[in-house]
């Protein structure tokens, strides 16, 4: 599963495009990490992408990953049944919590609580909604620790999941989910060549990720006819998008971008929108 790395570079042209870059989030108050992926050239850009961020949703696509992991392994199956529950452990001390419906991007699924929904429902609400509710019971099912396993056989370093969302006991410890931009870069390119589970696996995947009901940061300034395959994440003063970009001429390529300490997050947001922008028109002059 690993991907061979040697063969990335980065050009004159894409250090004055970094250039650019670093200016225009710079005049944000944040810090950000960036790293871009041309998946033909191998050319690369990368500002801090070694940096731990908090992960806040962008973990859920790691999650989706060991889900279809276990389902080619024959231990689960995407038409399983699950009841829906709202009562999870804490991974400190295995005391009860709830997830507040108020907090969740999504809330249809906390009337089905006591029902049974599939586990492919779950994932796909988990991707395009970032349902969290959804994301916890997938998560119990598949042990969060084997999703950072998965990462590392990947060849994600970095990389942790730790627990579901809103875990307070375990938040009050630190122990927090959390993502480089490398890394998220390095899954996003395996799932684009096919090397995750295997290649139908990774074109399902692509399929939930290409639904992405939250498109205020990589898709915003894109013409509309590009494909976005991405999961976004954030939490207060922290707002991240990561995912594939897939050209009208099949050309491809891989954009992470992570912030924090944000202190207008709808500036910062829309800075970012343009650094892809400025990403996006970068590659159609390539041709």
Not at 84 to 110: C, H, M, Q, R, W
Not at 111 to 123: E, F
Not at 268 to 281: G, K, N, P
Request: proline share 2%; glycine share 6%.
């Amino acid at each position: 599963m690993h991907i061979n790395h040697s063969h990335a570079q980065t050009t004159p042209e894409g250090n004055e495009l970094l250039k650019k870059i670093q200016a225009r989030l710079s005049a944000e108050t944040g810090e950000f990490a960036l790293a871009f992926r041309d998946l033909q050239t191998k050319e690369q850009i990368l500002w801090n992408d070694r940096t731990s961020f908090h992960a806040a949703s962008t973990m859920k696509t790691p999650v989706m990953v060991e889900v279809f992991k276990q389902v080619a392994a024959g231990k689960l199956s995407l038409t399983d049944s699950l009841v829906v529950k709202n009562e999870f452990k804490s991974i400190v001390d295995g005391s009860l919590y709830t997830l507040d419906p108020a907090d969740d991007s999504e809330f249809e699924l906390y009337r089905l609580v006591g029902t049974k929904v599939t586990l492919y429902d779950l994932v796909y609400q988990m991707i395009i909604l970032s349902s969290n509710l959804a994301t916890n019971m997938v998560i119990e099912l598949v042990d969060g620790k084997k999703v950072t396993q998965t990462m590392r056989e990947l060849g994600a370093k970095d990389m942790q999941v730790l627990r579901g969302v809103e875990d307070g006991k375990a938040f009050e410890k630190g122990l927090n989910n959390s993502v480089t931009a490398y890394d998220l870069m390095i899954l996003y390119q395996a799932l684009a060549a096919g090397t995750i589970v295997n290649s139908k696996a990774c074109e399902d995947m692509i399929r939930i990720l290409l639904d992405q009901r939250y498109n205020d940061i990589i898709p915003a300034y894109l013409p509309k006819e590009l494909k976005v395959a991405h999961k976004t994440g954030s939490i207060t003063g922290v707002h991240h998008d990561s995912g594939i970009i897939f050209l009208p001429d099949g050309r491809k390529y891989v954009l992470v971008i992570l912030s924090r300490k944000l202190a207008d997050a709808d500036k910062a947001t829309e800075a970012m929108a343009r650094v892809s922008e400025m990403i996006y028109r970068y590659m159609a002059a390539k041709k």
